[in-house]
């Protein structure tokens, strides 16, 4: 599986973006897909996850309430939709796949086989 994710940029505090994951090469239908950042001098770390049956959607306590996760099998596309965003969301934002990975491992970085290229975004204050 190839991902590319796309949609970052350069925002004010409060505003939204959407970031897009899309797949190529295989099916995401029976996929997890998780969002992670990483800013500057730091580890990377989990935002959200979809679980590979798509029942189950998780997130990071910091982004919850205000960034959404969704996949549509259709397109092979990840979305994460992030509202009111903040300066501490400011990062380069990952997205990954795995077909076999476990609920309980959803935000292990670890975890995951396939990883996308990353796309920056900037939250100004």
């Known amino acids: 599986v190839q991902l590319q994710a796309s949609g970052g940029g350069l925002v004010q505090a409060g505003d939204s973006l959407r970031l897009s994951c899309a797949a190529s090469?295989?099916?995401?239908?029976?996929?997890?897909m998780g969002w992670f950042r990483q800013a500057p001098g730091k580890e990377r770390e989990f935002v959200a996850a979809?679980?590979?049956?798509?029942?189950?959607?998780y997130y990071a306590d910091s982004v919850k309430g205000r960034f959404t996760m969704s996949k549509d099998n259709a397109k092979n596309t990840a979305y994460l939709q992030m509202n009111s965003l903040k300066p501490e969301d400011t990062a380069v934002y990952y997205c990954a796949a795995d077909s076999r990975i476990i609920t309980s491992s959803l935000s292990g970085a670890v975890n995951y086989d396939y990883w996308g290229q990353g796309t920056q975004v900037t939250v100004s204050s």
């Open positions: 979809i679980s590979r049956t798509g029942g189950g959607t």
């Open positions: 090469g295989r099916s995401i239908r029976t996929y997890a």
